[in-house]
């Protein structure tokens, strides 16, 4: 208030624009049970009307499309290498306070000009810069061509092909025909009447080990196989390396790669494609529920369709998205369940998803110097997102490097630290942590599209500063020549929604980068 009880006429002009513009995005409701029904929470049911039908729920107003489209390729991520994060360090292995404090620790210093440049491709491709610089200076320093020397040692070109030498005589010799090399499927289709070979005897005079499971019969070893790739999926194709009948096996039974798909574990049996929970991870209310229905896609005929209970929604869109993956493994998949599972959008849960943004700011120079150069900062942070199985997601902006945040990535620390709270512990990187929900894109997200450029958009919705939801926009795509697949989210847009004026607002993503799965083996084989 005004002490002196003078009035700003301009001040009192904008809080007029402002009340008219709330009332008429929101007018009041005349009957008494709608009342009820605001003054209840967005978290608690509708009140009922006299005629036992529930009050109708505003449907939220959709966000505005993306402004910026996800570049379809760039080869410098051809070259990008899955980074693997192993268990933390034992209790007996933690550094003492004296190493905390100098920063010493037990990796051995780089000597050779090699040495120099392999660390600093290892800093560079963590995101710090500033180190790596540091290391190519000094490692171009001690040689000049460490670079060829690099590329040679990683990127070794193929051997040349051997060079026929002209024929002497007069007489031209008949061209001998080279024989093409076998495709994959024949070469596979070549094993199907191996065995699984016993191992060699270890001398000559020894008698050879035996082998019970060359004994099994094909039905058995298919069943035992199946239960390999329930539990882990990775083990159950790297079992194809033992000899050339499990080969076969891997690669052509299509029961054991049909289970894996439609399973919970790996599959497409354990793909959200509605919000399973709340922003905040508590269970979805009536409210919600009504909304939904609500903002379902319906003909103009049809009436709004009465919410489902959590029961029967769970049992629903598990036979939906069941036929959804029946659908597509004729339509879009030839008819193939191990290509379906390879090529498919999914979001893995045994690791975490990171971006690393930097970029160059440019500082402030000394008055007091002549310097032909002004300086300039190298800003790097990062943006951590850990997809977990039941439809909740965990989203980190922070400064930290991946080696020191991707092991605390859990509902236990970020519960533990709460408040700020403990804050002693390594596990405090957490605590500016937002709780989220996240759900794969369906059909009626965009019901123009066709079923494939659906496939594979990823909306994730977070927490936000009070009377705020942060929703990010993103997609499932690939990077690496290595054959990895769904290894890489690209955004498609950031937005802000305001629940008080139900407003979206675009985020300016000026130094935005993809976010690249990472593997954390102390998630465990299943995540999650």
């Known amino acids: 208030m005004n002490p002196s009880g003078e009035s700003n006429p301009e001040l009192e002009s904008f809080r007029e624009q402002w009340r008219a513009e709330v009332r008429s ?64 360090s034992a209790a007996g292995a933690v550094p003492s306070w004296g190493q905390w404090q100098t920063g010493s620790s037990t990796e051995a210093e780089p000597v050779t000009a090699l040495e120099h440049y392999e660390k600093a491709v290892e800093k560079e491709v963590a995101g710090n810069l500033g180190d790596s610089l540091k290391l190519y200076r000094k490692a171009f320093r001690m040689d000049d061509s460490v670079d060829q020397k690099y590329k040679n040692k990683h990127f070794p070109k193929p051997p040349p092909k051997p060079v026929q030498a002209p024929s002497t005589s007069g007489s031209k010799a008949p061209a001998t025909k080279t024989e093409e090399p076998q495709s994959m499927k024949d070469l596979i289709a070549s094993f199907s009447g191996l065995t699984i070979e016993p191992a060699a005897p270890p001398m000559q005079s020894m008698p050879q080990p035996p082998c019970p499971i060359a004994s099994l019969p094909d039905e058995i070893l298919a069943h035992i196989l199946r239960d390999v790739a329930i539990l882990d999926v990775g083990d159950f ?65 049809e009436e709004v369709p009465l919410p489902l209970t959590l029961k029967q929604r769970t049992e629903l869109h598990a036979e939906q998205g069941e036929a959804n993956t029946l659908a597509f493994y004729h339509s879009l998949y030839g008819s193939s369940w191990q290509r379906m599972f390879r090529i498919r959008p999914r979001i893995r849960f045994n690791g975490c998803y990171i971006s690393t943004v930097n970029y160059i700011r440019a500082g402030m120079a000394n008055a007091n110097s002549i310097t032909w150069n002004s300086p300039v900062h190298i800003v790097t942070y990062y943006r951590y997102l850990r997809f977990f199985r039941d439809g909740t997601v965990l989203s980190l902006l922070t400064t930290a490097e991946p080696a020191d945040v991707v092991h605390h990535i859990t509902r236990e620390a970020v519960a533990l630290h709460a408040g700020g709270a403990q804050h002693h512990l390594p596990s405090i990187v957490v605590q500016s942590a937002l709780r989220g929900r996240w759900r794969l894109a369906h059909a009626g997200d965009n019901p123009h599209a066709s079923v494939s450029e659906v496939e594979g958009d990823v909306v994730v919705e977070t927490e936000g500063v009070s009377g705020y939801i942060y929703r990010l926009d993103l997609s499932l795509r690939s990077a690496g020549k290595g054959g990895t697949r769904n290894n890489k989210l690209v955004w498609r847009g950031f937005y802000s929604y305001s629940r008080l004026t139900d407003d979206w607002a675009e985020f300016a993503l000026k130094n935005d980068k993809p976010f690249f799965f990472s593997r954390v083996k102390s998630y465990g084989v299943m995540g999650a």
């Open 237 to 301: 194709v790297r079992l194809a390396q033992v000899c050339k009948r499990l080969a076969f096996l891997v690669a052509t039974e299509d029961r054991i790669w049909r289970r894996v798909c439609l399973g919970p574990e790996y599959g497409f049996g354990g793909m959200h494609y509605h919000f399973q929970r709340q922003v905040t991870w508590e269970p979805l209310t009536s409210s919600e529920l009504l909304r939904e229905a609500t903002e379902s896609p319906k003909n103009e005929e």
């Open 25 to 88: 995005r929101h007018p009041a409701p005349a009957p008494a049970s709608a009342q009820q029904a605001v003054t209840a929470g967005p978290s608690a049911p509708p009140a009922a009307s006299s005629a036992g039908t529930a009050a109708p729920y505003a449907p939220r107003k959709p966000p505005p499309p993306p402004t910026k489209k996800p570049v379809a390729h760039d080869r410098d991520e051809d070259y990008v290498q899955p980074r693997s994060f192993d268990e933390p």
